[in-house]
């Protein structure tokens, strides 16, 4: 069994900065990839960003050069680094990882970017 605990958000102002960590515990295996998505109220949920464990690393176009993605492997922990951040960017944002064709789910934690 994996477990995947997402932290870090609350409410920001436009241009303000947010960093969101992601911790999985349990059977992990060391070939997997972990991601962020997120859903905003009425929408579907999309793709933020990807990570693998040999730190290979992937962005929607909405959030490249914004939104930086790493991960610490001895702590099967990603950090999501959100800075020069938009309205737009409201939404509760989950985090995944995926082995062995599985994919493990957060509850997902609420970013609000507002004056």
């Known amino acids: 069994q994996v477990q995947v605990v997402e932290s870090g958000g609350g409410l920001v102002q436009p241009g303000g900065s947010l960093r969101l960590s992601c911790a999985a515990s349990g059977s992990i295996i060391n070939i997997n990839v972990m991601a962020w998505y997120r859903q905003a109220p009425e929408k579907e949920r999309e793709l933020v960003a990807t990570i693998t464990t040999r730190g290979s690393t992937n962005y929607a176009d909405s959030v490249k050069g914004r939104f930086t993605l790493s991960r610490d492997n001895a702590k099967n922990t990603v950090y999501l680094q959100m800075n020069s951040l938009k309205p737009e960017d409201t939404a509760v944002y989950y985090c995944?990882?995926?082995?062995?064709?599985?994919?493990?789910w957060g509850q997902g934690t609420q970013v609000t970017v507002s004056s």
């Open positions: 995944s990882l995926n082995q062995r064709s599985f994919t493990y």
